[in-house]
């Protein structure tokens, strides 16, 4: 079983590694909310440790929303977290603003905190990145239930050229209104000036929307992790299943291949990350969408075993002590 906690749902993830533990921050909701479907407009960022992936220690609420006006003032949701150059560690993470309590519409924008040790945070209220009308569809453009700007994941950029951030967005242009998912891309230089350019992808590849985007190097090359459910694929995939998806990547900033994107992790599984353990092996994690009898189980996995006997990765059936690396299978 992997980590939950007892009285609250859990979900969307991201994984932190000092080197001597692994940080774990989660989005959590209470279960005395009733309908998981509140969970969204009532998430915090909590935060726990551990040595393997597999026995977590809890360490309660790490982020909370902001005040009322506040880009983060309904929920704070899904980001990353990576370590400056400076030795602190900054979170990257999404905040939301639901427009009224009884609606959808919701705006998303980027905010980061920084931390000395991972335990404790403060925001950086200058720090704040929302979606581009160049490139990026608006909530005023009445196309969309949402202005989708969320799940930052950012990195480094790979030939030492500052950092690179992939966000869940949607285009303001092109295809059907449903099949403007894409990738959206920002660049910096120190973690605090952004600059936002055009999407990695194009919309037009059957995804209403691409979440909780992951660069990831698997079997000595690359590709991009993504989630999307059954429910919001379009175009030609609209009516097949959804859940953890993998698409072919030239490099880590693409371009990614959509039209070769296969499935990982059906949606009983969601919001998948490929993390290393200590041995360099790497796992899927991913939280459980689906329980006994259909209903939000709201909990993470233990580690899932990754194989690649084909062209794409696949789940395997192996815990963490009986799985072949990827770097043993490349020098066997």
């Not at 290393?276 to 259909?294: H, K, V």
Request: proline fraction near 7%; aromatic fraction near 10%.
């Amino acid at each position: 079983m992997g980590f939950s906690t007892r009285d609250h749902w859990v979900w969307d993830f991201w994984v932190a590694d000092d080197g001597a533990l692994f940080h774990l921050f989660y989005l959590h909701a209470p279960m005395s909310l009733g309908d998981p479907d509140l969970r969204h407009r009532n998430a915090r960022i909590g935060h726990a440790t551990s040595r393997d992936l597999v026995e977590w220690t809890d360490h309660g609420v790490a982020l909370i929303p902001g005040e009322p006006g506040e880009m983060d003032a309904s929920a704070t949701w899904t980001g990353s977290v990576i370590r400056a150059d400076d030795g602190s560690w900054r979170m990257f993470y999404t905040g939301s603003r639901f427009l009224a309590p009884n609606e959808i519409a919701n705006v998303e924008t980027v905010g980061v905190a920084r931390s000395d040790d991972l335990f404790s945070w403060h925001k950086l209220p200058e720090v704040r990145l929302s979606a581009d009308p160049r490139w990026y569809e608006l909530l005023s453009d009445e196309t969309w239930h949402e202005e989708a700007w969320r799940d930052p994941w950012v990195f480094r950029d790979p030939d030492g050229d500052g950092w690179h951030m992939l966000v869940t967005a949607r285009s303001r242009t092109g295809a059907t209104r449903r099949d403007r998912g894409v990738v959206g891309h920002a660049r910096s230089d120190d973690l605090s000036e952004w600059r936002i350019g055009p999407p990695l992808t194009e919309p037009g590849a059957g995804f209403a929307h691409l979440e909780v985007p992951q660069p990831v190097r698997l079997g000595g090359r690359d590709w991009l992790l993504f989630s999307c459910d059954a429910a919001h694929l379009a175009g030609e995939r609209h009516g097949g299943r959804g859940g953890i998806w993998i698409a072919p990547a030239a490099s880590p900033t693409g371009p990614y291949d959509l039209d070769r994107a296969e499935l990982l992790a059906d949606e009983r599984h969601y919001a998948g990350r490929v993390v290393t353990d200590r041995a360099g092996t790497p796992w899927l994690l991913a939280f459980e969408n689906a329980g006994s009898g259909g209903s939000f189980a709201g909990r993470l996995t233990d580690p899932l075993a990754l194989e690649q006997t084909g062209p794409t990765p696949r789940l395997a059936d192996a815990r963490p002590t009986e799985h072949q690396t990827y770097q043993e299978q490349e020098t066997s």
